[in-house]
């Protein structure tokens, strides 16, 4: 069965260090991957998307890359502040029926200390 | 710019009571509209999805349904309440000219009691 896993365990992290989540998936051939973030109480927040052609995608302080081969992504959040401390979630796109259905994984709550 | 609406924020609704979410996007036409729900500890769970007017395709048999009225309104409904109901739904659109980012609303607590 298709699967997406990120870790459920909280990530710690000092501030100033770098955030590294995990997203690894199974029998699904992705056209593209997304991350996004999301706050208690809130909707989640687009991020970044990269395509399976594409390796890695940069924007200001994030970067995601993306390994078909391992069936990975790895999402990095450099210099990271309190203000980053969040749920991270990856989404898959598949194609049915000719649409784009996505599908998210649980999310891995990052918290960043001072 | 575009901005997406839901409403409720939160219900407190009995067992076997009737529900009506809705959803409406403004500045942007023909998109694409998911409804989602979010149990507590879990994944964001796709429950239905439309490409336009009508055309609505669900992902998980259950006693909901969605209704697209309008080009920009989604709606989510059920005759009765379960229990099971109970979570955080979402509503999120996407743009159906090949962007593939998804916008989500601020959501509906839903408590089923």
């Known amino acids: 069965s298709q699967k997406i896993e990120q870790n459920s365990e909280a990530l710690n992290i000092q501030e100033g260090k770098t955030a590294t989540l995990t997203c690894n998936y199974t029998?699904?051939?992705?056209?593209?991957l997304q991350w996004y973030r999301q706050d208690p109480g809130r909707g989640p927040v687009f991020l970044l998307l990269?395509?399976?052609?594409?390796k890695e995608k940069r924007k200001e302080r994030l970067k995601v890359t993306f390994d078909t081969t391992l069936k990975q992504s790895l999402f990095h959040i450099t210099a990271s502040q309190p203000a980053d401390s969040a749920t991270y979630l990856c989404?898959?796109?598949?194609?049915?029926?000719?649409?784009?259905?996505?599908?998210f994984g649980r999310g891995t709550s990052l918290i960043v200390h001072p | 710019s575009q901005t997406i609406h839901q409403w409720p924020a939160t219900l407190v609704q009995p067992v076997g009571s009737p529900l009506s979410l809705e959803c409406t996007v403004e500045?942007?036409?023909?998109?694409?509209l998911y409804w989602y729900r979010q149990a507590a500890g879990r994944g964001l769970q796709l429950l239905f999805y439309?490409?336009?007017?009508?055309?609505i395709s669900s992902e998980v048999p259950q006693n909901l349904s969605a209704s697209r009225p309008q080009d920009r309104q989604f709606i989510l409904s059920s005759k009765k309440l379960l229990l099971s109901d109970s979570g955080f739904y979402l509503c999120?659109?996407?743009?159906?000219?090949?962007?593939?980012?998804?916008?989500f609303g601020p959501g509906t607590r839903l408590t089923v009691t």
């Open positions: 999120a659109w996407s743009d159906g000219r090949g962007s593939y980012e998804q916008y």
């Open positions: 029998n699904y051939s992705p056209a593209y």
């Open positions: 989404a898959l796109k598949t194609v049915s029926g000719g649409s784009y259905i996505p599908t």
């Open positions: 500045g942007t036409s023909n998109p694409n």
């Open positions: 439309s490409v336009g007017i009508g055309q």
């Open positions: 990269i395509r399976e052609n594409e």
